[in-house]
C-alpha cells in the first residue's frame, strides 16, 4: 500500500491558529464505521451520541513545556524541543531532544537558555541528540516549568515572544492532564470540559483512564514509499487494572468502548493484540495501525482531522476505511471545518 494514498488537499486557511474561545463548541462531523454516511454536529452534542452502558477511555498524560530557546556563546540561536528524560539526576537531568541551529553545536557546548540556565550538549545520534540541563541553584526542573514554551506542531505559527503563548499552556492541554511526560497533546480530548464530562456521567456512559506520553515521533513524517515498510516510534504507556476492569464489564453489558483519540486506541489494541484482550500493564507502544488491522477493543472513536500521509490519518482508515474517511475529509474542507489540533473533530461510531 502506497503512503501516497493517504494524501488529501488541504487549504491553509482551515489550519486552526487558535483554539475556540469555548472547547466544546468546535464542529463535530459523524462519520459512520461501516456505512460511511456523515453528518455533522457540535461537540458538545458528543453525550447525546453515546449509550448509558458505554464506556469512554482517556488518555490523562500532561504536555510539558518541552520547547527551549536558547544561544550559544557565538551569538548562534538553537532551538531545543526535549523529547524524554535519559537519566541523569533532578539537579542535573539528562534529555534526548531534537534541536535546531543554522549550525550545530559540539558535544561539550553551552547553549544559554537565561540567566543561570543552561543545557550542555552531550552527544548526537541519529535523529536527536542528548542533552543535560544545568541551573546555578540546582533547580533546572522549575526553571523548565517557568521558561519553557508549550510544544506546538509546526503548522502552529508562534513567534518568540508571542503573547498567545501565555493561553497555549492551558488550552494546549487537556482539562483532565495529570501525569506529566508527552511532548504533544492527545488532540481529541482538547474538546472537553469539566461541564461535558459531567454530561457523560448523566448519560450512564462510564469513564476509564490510560497514559500514553506522545513523543517525538509525532513530529516526523513517513519518509517511506510503502505504509507497510514505516517503523513507529516507541512511546512509553500504563494501563491500570480499573481500566482493564472497565473495558471487561463494558463489553459484558453489550456497551461500546469507545477511544478518545488514537493514542487510547494504540494502547487498548497494543495490549489486546499481546494478550486476547485488554489487560493492566506498563512498557514501551510501537503498534502501527494501518489498513487491513484488525481491531479486538475498540468499537468507536473521537478524533481530530490529521495530516496528509500522516501515522494517524492510516489509522483512522483502518478503522474507517479509507475510502469512507477520505470522502469523510473531503466533506469537512467543502464545509469550512478547521483542521489539525487546534480544529474540529469526528466521532467514527457504529452504525
Not at 463535530?28 to 455533522?40: A, D
Not at 546555578?136 to 522549575?142: H, K, M
Not at 514501551?284 to 482531522?305: E, G, M, Q
Request: glycine share 10%; hydrophobic share 40%.
Amino acid at each position: 500500500m502506497k503512503v501516497s494514498e493517504f494524501d488529501y488537499d488541504l487549504p491553509e486557511s482551515l489550519i486552526a491558529q487558535e483554539p475556540l474561545e469555548r472547547r466544546d463548541a468546535s464542529r463535530l462531523l459523524l462519520l459512520g464505521r461501516r456505512s460511511g454516511r456523515v453528518r455533522h454536529a457540535r461537540f458538545s452534542d458528543l453525550p447525546g451520541r453515546l449509550r448509558s452502558g458505554d464506556l469512554a477511555v482517556f488518555n490523562d498524560t500532561r504536555v510539558f513545556p518541552a520547547r527551549l530557546r536558547g544561544g550559544k556563546a557565538t551569538g548562534g540561536r538553537v532551538e531545543i524541543l526535549l523529547l524524554e528524560r535519559a537519566g541523569g539526576t533532578d539537579a542535573a537531568p539528562e534529555w534526548t531532544c531534537l534541536l535546531r541551529a543554522s549550525r550545530a553545536p559540539r558535544p561539550g557546548e553551552n547553549v544559554l537558555l537565561a540567566d543561570g540556565f543552561s543545557a550542555v550538549v552531550l552527544e548526537r545520534g541519529e535523529s536527536d541528540w542528548t542533552v543535560r540541563l544545568e541551573e546555578t541553584a540546582g533547580r533546572p526542573l522549575e526553571r523548565l516549568e517557568t521558561l519553557g514554551e508549550p510544544p506546538l506542531p509546526p503548522y502552529i505559527r508562534r513567534e518568540p515572544g508571542d503573547a498567545r503563548l501565555a493561553r497555549d499552556r492551558e488550552r494546549y492541554q487537556t482539562v483532565y492532564a495529570r501525569e506529566s511526560g508527552a511532548v504533544a497533546a492527545p488532540t481529541a480530548g482538547l474538546h472537553f470540559t469539566r461541564d461535558l464530562m459531567d454530561a457523560l456521567d448523566r448519560r450512564g456512559v462510564e469513564r476509564a483512564w490510560l497514559t500514553l506520553h506522545v513523543g517525538g515521533g509525532t513530529f516526523l513524517p513517513v519518509r517511506t514509499e510503502r505504509v507497510e515498510e514505516h517503523r513507529m516510534h516507541a512511546e512509553r504507556f500504563r494501563i491500570p487494572e480499573a481500566t482493564a476492569d472497565a473495558v471487561r464489564r463494558a463489553r459484558s453489558r453489550g456497551g461500546h468502548v469507545v477511544a478518545v483519540g488514537t493514542t487510547v486506541v494504540r494502547a487498548l489494541e497494543a495490549s489486546a493484540r499481546e494478550h486476547g484482550d485488554v489487560r493492566a500493564g506498563s512498557g514501551r507502544c510501537d503498534l502501527f495501525i494501518y489498513p487491513r488491522f484488525s481491531f479486538r477493543a475498540v468499537d468507536a472513536l473521537v478524533t481530530n482531522f490529521h495530516l496528509p500521509r500522516s501515522t494517524l490519518l492510516m489509522l483512522v482508515s483502518a478503522f474507517a476505511g479509507r475510502g469512507h474517511v477520505l470522502e469523510a475529509y473531503r466533506e469537512a474542507v467543502a464545509t469550512g471545518y478547521r483542521f489539525y489540533s487546534y480544529g474540529d473533530a469526528m466521532l467514527v461510531e457504529p452504525d
